[in-house]
Nanobody
Framework: QVQLVESGGGLVQAGGSLRLSCAAS????????MAWFRQAPGKDREFVAV????????YYADSVKGRFTISRDNAKNTVHLQMNSLKPEDTAAYYC?????????????????WGQGTQVTVSS
C-alpha cells in the first residue's frame, strides 16, 4: 500500500524558513518522480516543485524559484522541501505527490499518489 506522510509544517513569520519532509512507503521510491503542491483556501492546487527519480533534475514554479529547494534521499525514501524567505502568500496546505514518470510532471492530474498535507502559515 502506497503511503506518503508529510511533516514539518507550522507557523512562521515572514522572512523565516521551514523544512517540509515527506516519508514514502509501500513502493519503490526511486522509480517515482516526487513533487510538492500547495493549496490555499478557495484556490486550486498549485504546483510548487518537482524532482526526478534520481534527484539529478528539478523544476520550480516561478513564485518559489530561488527561495525553495526540493531534494530527495532515495536510501531513506524521503523528499524534502526547504523553504526560505517565506512570504504570507506562501500560506497553504502543502502536499507531496508521487508519479511513475521519467520526466518532471507539473500538473496535479499526472500524479498517482498523494499525502494528506501539512499546513504552512506565514504571518506578516
Amino acid at each position: 500500500q502506497v503511503q506518503l506522510v508529510e511533516s514539518g509544517g507550522g507557523l512562521v513569520q515572514a522572512g523565516g524558513s521551514l523544512r517540509l519532509s515527506c516519508a514514502a512507503s509501500g513502493y519503490t521510491f526511486s522509480w517515482y518522480a516526487m513533487a510538492w503542491f500547495r493549496q490555499a483556501p478557495g484556490k486550486d492546487r498549485e504546483f510548487v516543485a518537482v524532482i526526478s527519480r534520481s534527484g539529478a533534475n528539478t523544476y520550480y514554479a516561478d513564485s518559489v524559484k530561488g527561495r525553495f529547494t526540493i531534494s530527495r534521499d532515495n536510501a531513506k525514501n524521503t523528499v524534502h522541501l526547504q523553504m526560505n524567505s517565506l512570504k504570507p502568500e506562501d500560506t497553504a496546505a502543502y502536499y507531496c505527490a508521487a508519479d511513475h514518470s521519467l520526466g518532471l510532471p507539473t500538473t496535479a492530474p499526472e500524479y498517482d499518489c498523494w499525502g494528506q498535507g501539512t499546513q504552512v502559515t506565514v504571518s506578516s
